[in-house]
């Protein structure tokens, strides 16, 4: 693995945001990740893969991990202008995307709204509407508590965060997203110009029609649904799909 090269934190809207940065590379690759996760839990066993290819920066977004909160809402529109914001920071003047579940819908807004910095988008189990997720999900929201969040992301986040007691405010906050979350109108996504591939498993949070759909409306997009066999996983890896109705996101 390439080893890192530098972390810091960013003054960004009134966060101190914090980044890793690995490899060498012109076109930086900018891992966003989920909600309630931290770099390691989104992206742990993924940077050795993608660091060896060139210049990779990991972010955490408001009130994950090691970077600050804000007294605001999170928004998936913050996070986009965040991340851009951190972009300017460190004088990156364009880069490639990959976020991951909210950090797809994320990397999906830093396209609508920041075009110019934007090379290639990577969207991996992400909606742009709440009819993108399967039944039950925002019901079992609705009803969801600290005690659902599953104790991996639980763990990593205690284990780097500066206020351990801001786990409960990150968790309602995440979850408040969810349940206001605004469906992204069709021209939103037709608006996008990077290159994009779209990912889903067959058997994810966010059905696969739905992730087909938007590789319609987004212009050229390409998609890539990959087999997961209920048979073949972990009596552990099936409790937490099955219980996902009730996580962050």
Known sequence: MEKLKTSGYAPVNGLDMYYEIYGNGAVPLVLIHGGGSTI???????????SGYGKVIAVELQAHGRTSDR??????EQDADDVAALLKYLKVEKANFLGFSNGGTSTMQIAIRHPDIVNKIVVVSANYKKEGMIPGFFEGMQNATLADMPE????????????KNHLQVMFDKDVA??????DLADEDL?????AALLMVA??????????????????????????????????RQRQILQKAANCPG
């Open 40 to 50: 390691e839990t989104s992206f742990g066993n993924f940077l050795p893969l993608l």
């Open 71 to 76: 007294d605001a809402p999170e928004s998936f």
């Open 152 to 163: 991996l992301l639980k763990t990593a986040y205690l284990k780097v965060a500066p206020d």
């Open 177 to 182: 997203r969810m349940l206001t979350f605004k």
């Open 190 to 194: 037709r608006s996008i110009k990077a």
């Open 202 to 235: 067959d058997h994810d949070v966010v059905t696969p029609g739905h992730v087909l759909k938007m590789s319609h409306l987004i212009p050229g997009a390409r998609l890539v649904v990959l087999p997961v066999h209920m048979a073949h996983l972990s009596g």
